[in-house]
């Protein structure tokens, strides 16, 4: 295991260092010839041009240096984006991207996971436009896989404060059969129940910082009111629940472990230890699937003596 881990990092540091070499040919002088005749095959420009993945800087500065290495830099470019409903310096704006894929349409396919991050600015009317713009952006992303909205900075900012057309957007794009991976941090009052119904397709689910008040006391393990209660198995195989409270978890999990899932991958990181009161339902839920377990030990630790060995026994053996 020692010896796998030393050869990845050397390979990852070669691959980093190899990729750094590229940038600084293409751009140091005109009169390479690497930048004039590009002599290279397309493939091994793009091979190269994909170490450079992790450094956007340097990768942007390639696609600058030549109209071939600007075409095939394209997907990696492209293959994350971020949205901010701020006026803080970025590399797009909501407005700038879909100028961007008026002009090239084809972006779209190249555009794999999308971050939303919303801020509680003075201005409310620029977080409302920003939020609308991006709504008319994300039906066009067909190729998208990976999709967060993150409200850590606007905290008190809950779902229903968003322009209907963004949440009407979200989650046709949430339950989009391409989808993958969805992260949703301190989002108040996510409505996670019309989400996760049987339409979606996703595999993995984390939530951060989750919000949850139970407006009507008769109104039991539902964490929305719209739509219908689900109680069928849901396809998800990831599941990681960060800094959530006892309220929150309280409600979250009784639903969650109705939907019969199988999951094979559970981080568990309650803000209090209360909230492991949850832990025992989620792991009988997928008791017979579960093959990954990540515990804050020092928080759950307090609170192990409610998990049953009886029930729980077989599944921490296969963890272990």
């Not at 119904?197 to 139970?214: A, D, F, K, M, P």
Request: proline share 6%; charged share 20%.
């Amino acid at each position: 295991m020692e010896f796998r881990s030393l050869a990845c990092q050397h390979r990852h540091n070669h691959e980093h260092r190899f990729g750094r070499r590229v940038h600084r040919l293409a751009t140091s002088s005109p009169d390479l010839p690497f930048v004039t005749s590009m002599a290279l095959p397309p493939e091994i420009l793009d091979h190269i041009l994909s170490f450079l993945q992790s450094d956007p800087a340097a990768l942007k500065s390639c696609s600058e240096s030549h109209p071939s290495l600007s075409q095939l830099a394209e997907p990696y470019l492209y293959a994350h984006v971020l949205l901010r409903t701020d006026d803080e310096s970025q590399l797009f704006k909501p407005e700038n991207l879909t100028e961007l894929l008026s002009k090239r349409p084809y972006i779209v396919y190249y555009i794999r996971s999308l971050e939303i991050y919303v801020r509680n600015g003075h201005d409310k009317e620029t977080r409302r436009r920003c939020l609308e713009e991006i709504s008319t952006i994300l039906p066009n992303l067909s190729a998208l896989r990976e999709i967060t909205l993150d409200h850590s900075s606007s905290p008190g900012f809950g779902w229903e404060a968003q322009p209907e057309s963004f949440r009407r957007a979200f989650l046709d794009c949430f339950r989009s059969q391409t989808m993958q991976d969805v992260h949703v941090k301190h989002v108040l009052l996510f409505p996670f129940r019309s989400a996760l119904n049987g339409e979606c397709s996703i595999r993995s689910l984390t939530v951060r910082g989750g919000l949850w008040q139970r407006s009507n006391p008769n109104q039991i393990n539902n964490l929305d009111s719209d739509g219908p209660f689900m109680n069928q198995g849901i396809p998800l195989k990831s599941l990681c629940i960060q800094l959530c409270g006892e309220e929150f978890l309280h409600g979250f999990v009784p639903w969650f472990a109705t939907c019969r899932p199988q999951l094979h991958s559970l981080e568990f990181f309650s803000l209090d230890d209360r909230g492991y009161d949850s832990l025992p339902r989620l792991l009988t839920s997928s008791s017979n699937s579960l093959t990954s377990l990540d515990l804050n030990v020092e928080l759950a630790s307090t609170r192990m003596s409610l998990l049953d060995p009886c029930n729980h026994i077989h599944t921490f053996r296969r963890l272990l």
